[in-house]
């Protein structure tokens, strides 16, 4: 990468990532870099069957968002070998949801210098392997932003040293290594919070275990780690210091560090600091849509996963969370209380205290309150759903109106159908779910219930009570139980009965 020819402003990209960045700086080019990302461990202190990397952060395992930050640079799943241990198989079929990542299985967990050394095979092989610069996160680190690892990749490829390491001041450095400086503020080693003399621990500059290796020193190196007697494991943060050595002091300095905000890199060891980590996440969302125009009249009560879209001048009402890949399109007036998952909502849609999942709604749509739309709906233009309504797998066409409590399931819907209080779609016979077509302008009457499959024509209507067993013509108005067409007496009928 030639930094000196990419500081053009027309170079200067700006893209705001999932997680709520705006990240306006030149992304470096990621053809030299290499990712060893270390989950193998359990998480003993989570006290939790599930690895610690699949626990849900913002409602995705907290792995995704360090896997999206680490896309965001420009580096591919390809270049990103992913090292796992405890549970390896789930971890492996979860990370691999989202790329074509590399999996390394640490079998034993000896350490994090052990753990790195697992990925040597893998990423080795990879093109231009011998001028790869590796780098190494930890799978418990999930705050991490795209920005911050451009920011390290960048500033390791223009000084080049052996490693470049981020460093941060923590209030309460208890549980990190710290980082051990000499008179002149240089870089001497990490000490484990174990290991520390008395007089060290009040030191406040950390060891998030962010760091950029060069590739080829790493893989050497890493061979000459030694145990640490007691804990039994080899560790990573021995190898800055031994960066130190082994090049001659008038050299450049070996070891670069780079400093960043603590809340970036948290580490995530209970459900304590996981809770945290869910906080600092979920404000930095929140933020990044207030900044791109979406209201949020309650940001204590307000809940977006990091993948949501949300267009400007739409209103998120207190008590709304929105969860998955929602995108909610401009104008619309989203709660309180509403529940959307993975949900596509058009423009100047109301969903008021009402839960829409896995379904499409297109614009001036109105919900609620208190309706449900359950996986697999479409609701076209101008669709209105009022109270207690309830739908499933269902087609409703533009500008039909279903404004009290009932239930339609497995039906298609035209336009402009006037679904009458109390109506149910009889979809389930016990065995099969059903089909039910109902055409454009049909009424149904209060209380109906439509047994499947059954296909009502353009312009029908049932009256109130009536059980519709049989398929209903157009124009044909059907009542009772079970429903029948009403006849209409003709003249010459009439004339007849009068005769009688
Ligand atoms: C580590 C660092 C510490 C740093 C802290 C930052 C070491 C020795 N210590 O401590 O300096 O301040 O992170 O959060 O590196 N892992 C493996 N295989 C192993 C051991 C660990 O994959 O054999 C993985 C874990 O799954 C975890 C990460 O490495 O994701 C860190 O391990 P953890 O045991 O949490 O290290 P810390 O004690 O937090
Ligand atoms: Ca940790």
Not at 117 to 136: F, I, P, Q, R, S
Not at 178 to 202: H, S, Y
Not at 272 to 296: S, W
Not at 323 to 335: P, Q, T, Y
Request: glycine share 8%; with cysteine.
């Amino acid at each position: 990468m030639n930094l000196t020819n990419n500081t053009g402003i027309e170079k200067l990209h700006m893209y705001i990532e999932a997680s709520g960045e705006i990240v306006d700086h030149i992304p470096p080019d990621p053809a030299n870099i290499a990712v060893v990302i270390l989950a193998a461990g359990k998480g003993t202190r989570m006290r939790s069957k599930l690895p610690k990397v699949l626990h849900p952060l913002l409602g995705e395992p907290m792995i995704y968002h360090l896997l999206r930050a680490v896309r965001h640079t420009g580096i591919p799943p390809e270049r990103t070998a992913i090292v796992v241990g405890y549970s390896g198989e789930e971890v492996a079929n979860v990370v691999k949801k989202q790329g074509n990542y590399l999996i390394v299985y640490q079998d034993e967990q000896l350490g994090t210098g052990h753990a790195v050394k697992c990925a040597e095979n893998e990423l080795t092989k990879l093109e231009n392997a011998d001028t790869t610069h590796v780098l190494v996160l930890l799978g418990d680190g999930p705050l991490v932003k795209a920005h911050t690892l451009n920011r390290l990749i960048q500033s390791h490829l223009t000084s080049n040293p052996l490693v470049t390491l981020v460093t941060t001041e923590a209030e309460n450095p208890y549980g990190y290594g710290r980082i051990i400086r000499d008179g002149k503020e240089r870089f001497c080693q990490i000490i484990e919070e174990a290991e520390l003399l008395p007089q060290q621990r009040n030191l406040k500059e950390i060891n998030p275990s962010l760091y950029l290796f060069q590739g080829k020193w790493l893989w050497e190196n890493l061979r000459r780690l030694e145990k640490h007697p007691a804990k039994g494991e080899y560790y990573l943060t021995d190898l800055p210091a031994m960066a130190l050595k082994t090049i001659a002091a008038d050299e450049l300095h070996p070891v670069q560090t780079m400093k960043t905000d603590f809340e970036e890199v948290l580490g995530i060891n209970d459900r304590v600091q996981l809770a945290e980590a869910e906080i600092i996440m979920r404000h930095r969302v929140l933020r990044q849509h207030m900044l791109n125009g979406v209201t949020i009249v309650d940001t204590a009560s307000t809940y977006i996963s990091a993948t949501a879209r949300i267009e400007a001048d739409t209103i998120l009402e207190p008590n709304t969370h929105i969860r998955g890949k929602c995108i909610i399109k401009k104008g619309c007036v989203i709660g309180p209380n509403t529940i959307l998952v993975e949900a596509t909502i058009g423009e100047n849609c109301v969903i008021n205290a009402s839960m829409v999942e896995n379904s499409t709604l297109k614009n001036n749509v109105s919900i609620g309150p208190f309706s449900h739309v359950r996986p697999g709906c479409m609701l076209e233009e101008g669709v209105y759903m009022g109270n207690f309504a309830e739908v499933s797998r269902a087609h409703i066409g533009a500008d039909s109106k279903q404004s009290h409590f009932s239930f339609i399931g497995d039906a298609t819907l035209g336009k402009k159908v006037n679904v009458g209080a109390g109506t149910i779609t009889a979809n389930y016979d016990g065995k099969n779910k059903n089909k039910t077509i109902i055409g454009d302008n049909v009424f149904i009457g209060s209380d109906s219930i439509l047994r499947a499959p059954l296909t009502l024509g353009d312009d029908a209507t049932t009256g109130a009570g009536s059980i519709v067993t049989k398929n209903v013509e157009p124009g044909v108005t059907v009542v009772g139980m079970p429903a029948r067409p009403i006849r209409r007496k003709s003249v010459s009928e009439n004339t007849e009965n009068k005769e009688e």
